[in-house]
């Protein structure tokens, strides 16, 4: 009796374990690498569990949390560059509907440093990072990487490697220690109040993966979006008043100082090249001045997505005939005059005094796609410059070859402005993406989807009134009549703007996936017109309350949503989830869209989501010391983690758990399970026993 009562207990002990865990799926190891007397490379290196995946640093935004890593602000060392990762894995993953990368079994990154000080000394980093599998996510958690320097001659690989105890979980009813293994250099360091990021925010769903071979055709694939979309922005750039003039012109030049045609055809082909040459030295300088690895971080940290929509709104004012982006004069006038030389030099010459004299119709196109190439990274800014030039050296180098295709060029005209004006307004569209993108990363929900696509309903509503002759800017000819191309420009766009209205009221608008902010991210998720609730449901929100998925009333503060529970008599249900938590949208999608269960959770019960991933900051006199950690609560995620963590001893998400008025659970918590049959078994059981 006493042995199956021993061995009941086990397995019973045994599924409580199971079912509440705390995960620590990744390890963290450090170690630096001296690359010559004043250079060195941090190495973080990350082991990671089977089964889990680490997602990267380079995630767009609207998607998932990335790794992200800080450093102090010291006079010991400079950053050189961004930190660099391994090529991972990249999946196209249909929750978020993008391409996100993650890593399996282990990761590598990279900080490399320029050593100022003489003696010894300690770089204390931290890593933020969430993890995920086939059926949790994680929090954010971070992680304190610990460098150690020795700035002299002969040092070689340092790496250091303890096992330390940081995270502790106990409640009134249980002594449990859990424990949190960090392979980092023990040596004490004072925490760093002054950090600055390098390294940019956002992360990335689950895929399951058999091997960690980079997905080379969808690079290749983005790498070939970036050249078309380059090389039509060049063709859009040879119809602007700078540079459409100056084809016969030029062309003339080299028909009219040449002897023979065959010598006229190759000097307008050298000078096609010295075109592309010099755009494809601007993609150099570009990707020199951030890294090549680094570049995809300026598309997805919140100040530069910021700087970018300032630089668009300027061209677009630019383009608009606001007024004009000029280079200094003297400098364009030093360079015709080394044009006058002849020669190859010469030739050289009159390539980039055409690049300046046309800055200012150029100039914000080129700048608009070193931003595009930016959120690409890797060698897209050269891929860019080499389409972009690409178009605009060629029909200098054809009309030399073929001077008799002169006679069919249309002459200069309004029309031309009219193209600047057209580039304009769609510069004005695209600035208020990068805008958008600040927005979703610091979850303020001041630019939400609708917001967003009235803006561009506004602006493309306007740019097709422009065509059809109803407004008129300054820098435009008096318009007698309108072409049949401008016609039917202008239809085209009025049909995108009647196309863009049904996206306000829920529609989602699958021509432009990707530019608006997501169908959750919005003042209600189904759009104005969607906003009712069933009728088992509250008619109005109640205070502190929001419309949740599928419009199911949600609390997302604990205190404020066990009072109304208390208040109307009803169980409450908390849902501990995550903006960035891939299987929460899983579970949203597939489990709460049923109506029997959105039946019960917007009618039987008080829904409690609680995100630990909300990255906005606590009030100063709500940072209570970790019991966990030892740290300060910084954010309101990090508030609600803590709280799963001791009281239900664990901290994956999804996880539900029905509770009465005093907190008590009332049935077993249930975690993923995206079969509506148990989940909606396991709410009906619960409901069941409260009283």
Not at 324 to 348: R, T
Not at 568 to 597: L, Y
Request: glycine share 8%.
């Amino acid at each position: 009796m006493k042995k199956n009562v021993f061995v009941l207990s086990f397995f019973l002990l045994f599924s409580i374990f199971v079912k509440a865990q705390v995960y620590n799926p990744v390890k963290w190891k450090t170690s630096v690498e001296k690359i010559s007397d004043t250079e060195f490379e941090l190495i973080a290196k990350a082991t990671i569990e089977s089964g889990w995946h680490l997602y990267s640093q380079t995630v767009a935004a609207g998607g998932p949390i990335p790794t992200r890593f800080t450093f102090p602000k010291k006079t010991d060392f400079q950053l050189l560059g961004g930190v660099k990762e391994d090529k991972g894995k990249t999946v196209n993953d249909p929750v978020f509907e993008m391409q996100i990368k993650f890593f399996e079994k282990e990761a590598t990154f990279k900080q490399r440093i320029k050593v100022i000080a003489s003696k010894p000394f300690q770089v204390k980093a931290e890593v933020e990072f969430m993890v995920c599998d086939d059926t949790n996510c994680l929090p954010p958690t971070y992680e304190d990487l610990i460098f150690s320097i020795t700035p002299v001659a002969g040092a070689g690989v340092s790496t250091t490697k303890t096992t330390i105890p940081v995270v502790t979980a106990a409640d009134k009813n249980s002594a449990t220690t859990v424990e949190k293994v960090a392979q980092v250099d023990t040596s004490s360091v004072a925490v760093e109040n002054d950090t600055v990021t390098t390294v940019q925010e956002l992360t990335a769903p689950v895929k399951s993966a058999e091997d960690r071979t980079p997905n080379s055709r969808e690079e290749s694939k983005s790498l070939w979006t970036i050249f078309i979309l380059s090389f039509f922005s060049g063709f859009a750039a040879l119809l602007t008043p700078c540079v459409f003039p100056m084809i016969p012109m030029t062309v003339s030049f080299f028909t009219k100082q040449s002897k023979t045609k065959s010598e006229g055809i190759r000097k307008a082909v050298f000078y096609g090249l010295s075109i592309i040459a010099i755009y494809i030295f601007l993609g150099a300088v570009v990707t020199w001045a951030f890294g090549a690895d680094s570049l995809n971080a300026l598309s997805t940290n919140v100040w530069f997505n910021l700087v970018f929509f300032l630089l668009l709104l300027v061209f677009a004012f630019s383009f608009l005939g606001a007024f004009e982006i000029m280079l200094p004069s003297s400098l364009a006038n030093k360079v015709d005059n080394q044009a006058d030389k002849g020669g190859i030099i010469g030739i050289v010459f009159m390539a980039l005094a055409l690049a300046i004299v046309s800055f200012s119709c150029t100039g914000p196109i080129v700048g608009t796609l070193l931003v595009e190439a930016a959120s690409r990274g890797g060698i897209a800014p050269f891929v860019g410059m080499f389409g972009f030039s690409l178009a605009l050296a060629l029909p200098f180098t054809l009309f030399a070859a073929f001077p008799g295709w002169l006679n069919s060029l249309p002459k200069s005209g309004g029309w031309l402005n009219t193209v600047k004006v057209f580039l304009g307004f769609l510069e004005l569209a695209l600035a208020f993406k990068f805008l958008s993108n600040a927005d979703l990363v610091l979850q303020l929900h001041w630019l939400e989807r609708e917001t967003f696509l009235a803006i561009w309903i506004g602006i493309f509503g306007t740019l097709a009134f422009y065509l059809f002759g109803k407004i008129q800017l300054p820098h435009d000819s008096p318009l007698t009549h309108i072409s049949v191309g401008r016609l039917s420009l202008g239809i085209i766009v009025l049909s995108f703007t009647i196309y863009l209205i049904p996206g306000i009221w829920g529609a989602p608008l699958k021509m432009i996936s990707g530019f608006p902010p997501p169908l959750n991210y919005s003042e209600m998720p189904n759009g104005i017109g969607g906003g009712s609730v069933s009728k088992e449901g509250a008619s109005v929100l109640p205070e502190g309350a929001e419309f949740g998925p599928h419009n199911i009333v949600a609390f997302t503060d604990y205190d404020q949503g066990m009072a109304y529970a208390k208040k109307i008599g009803k169980p409450a249900m908390i849902d501990f989830t995550g903006h960035a938590c891939v299987n929460c949208r899983k579970m949203e999608d597939k489990v709460w869209s049923d109506e029997q269960v959105q039946k019960i959770l917007n009618g039987d019960l008080v829904l409690i989501s609680l995100y630990v991933d909300d990255k906005r900051e606590l009030p100063e006199s709500e940072r209570v010391v970790s019991k966990l950690t030892g740290k300060k609560i910084k954010y309101i995620g990090q508030k609600w983690s803590e709280f799963q963590t001791i009281t239900y001893k664990t901290n994956a998400q999804p996880f539900y758990v029905l509770v009465d008025h005093e907190g008590k659970k009332l049935n077993e918590p249930t975690a993923y399970n995206p079969n509506v049959e148990e989940y909606l078994t396991w709410l009906k059981e619960g409901l069941a026993l409260f009283k």
